[in-house]
T-cell receptor
Framework: DVKVTQSSRYLVKRTGEKVFLECVQD?????MFWYRQDPGLGLRLIYF???????EKGDIPEGYSVSREKKERFSLILESASTNQTSMYLC?????????????FGEGSRLTVL | GNSVTQMEGPVTLSEEAFLTINCTYT??????LFWYVQYPGEGLQLLLK?????DKGSNKGFEATYRKETTSFHLEKGSVQVSDSAVYFC?????????????FGQGTILTVHP
C-alpha cells in the first residue's frame, strides 16, 4: 500500500521555537509538497520540491523553509514559530512533471503554537 | 492567477438525497480539474478528475463534468450515504509543466444523516 507518512500528528510548541515537520513517501515520487489547511481557506501551497535539493516557493512561503536531502524525505521548518502558524499541515507527493495532478497525501500534522 | 471557488457550506442532507456541490474556476490555458475528498481524521484522496473540456469524471457514484463555457466542475451524486460525510475540495492543475501543483478551493463540509 503506497504511503505518505508525516512524523507527528499533533504538536504543541511555544512562540519562537524552531519546529520541524517531517514527511516520508515510499512511492519513489519526484515531487513533494507542503500545504497548510485552514477552515474557509482550503489548502494553500507553502513550498514544493521537484527533485532532491530543489525547492520552489508556493503561495505562502513567508516564515517557512524546507529541506530535501533525499528523494523520499521532505521537511518543513518553522524557524521561529508564531501563533498565526497554528494550522493543519499536509504533505503530499506526486510522480514526475506534467499535469496528472494526482497527489498522495499524508494524514496531516496539527500544529498549535502558544 | 488561478483560483477555485466552491459553494459555501456546510451542506447537510438526509440519506438517499441528491447532492450537488458547485465549483467554478479561473485559469489561463487549459487546466485539469479534480475533486478530492477528506474523510474524518484522514488525508485528502483523489475522488475523480477530468483533463479536458466535456470530459466527465466519475467514481463511487460521484460525477463531475468539465464545462469550459461556464468554467465549472460541479460535483453530483444521485443518492448520498452516511459514509459520504466528509470535506470535498475542488482543485485545478494549470496547463503546461506544473509538477502537479494544485490550486484548491476552500472546501465544502458534507454531513449526511440517516
Amino acid at each position: 500500500d503506497v504511503k505518505v507518512t508525516q512524523s507527528s500528528r499533533y504538536l504543541v510548541k511555544r512562540t519562537g521555537e524552531k519546529v520541524f515537520l517531517e514527511c516520508v513517501q515510499d512511492m519513489d515520487h519526484e515531487n513533494m509538497f507542503w500545504y497548510r489547511q485552514d477552515p474557509g481557506l482550503g489548502l494553500r501551497l507553502i513550498y514544493f520540491s521537484y527533485d532532491v535539493k530543489m525547492k520552489e516557493k508556493g503561495d505562502i512561503p513567508e516564515g517557512y523553509s524546507v529541506s530535501r536531502e533525499k528523494k523520499e524525505r521532505f521537511s518543513l521548518i518553522l524557524e521561529s514559530a508564531s501563533t498565526n502558524q497554528t494550522s493543519m499541515y499536509l504533505c503530499a507527493s506526486s510522480r514526475g512533471a506534467g499535469r496528472t495532478g494526482e497527489l498522495f497525501f499524508g494524514e496531516g500534522s496539527r500544529l498549535t503554537v502558544l | 492567477g488561478n483560483s477555485v471557488t466552491q459553494m459555501e457550506g456546510p451542506v447537510t442532507l438526509s440519506e438517499e438525497a441528491f447532492l450537488t456541490i458547485n465549483c467554478t474556476y479561473t485559469a489561463t490555458g487549459y487546466p485539469s480539474l479534480f475533486w478530492y475528498v477528506q474523510y474524518p481524521g484522514e488525508g485528502l484522496q483523489l475522488l475523480l478528475k477530468a483533463t479536458k473540456a466535456d470530459d466527465k469524471g466519475s467514481n463511487k457514484g460521484f460525477e463531475a463534468t468539465y464545462r469550459k463555457e461556464t468554467t465549472s466542475f460541479h460535483l453530483e451524486k444521485g443518492s448520498v450515504q452516511v459514509s459520504d460525510s466528509a470535506v470535498y475540495f475542488c482543485a485545478l492543475a494549470a496547463g503546461g509543466t506544473s509538477y502537479g501543483k494544485l490550486t484548491f478551493g476552500q472546501g465544502t463540509i458534507l454531513t449526511v444523516h440517516p
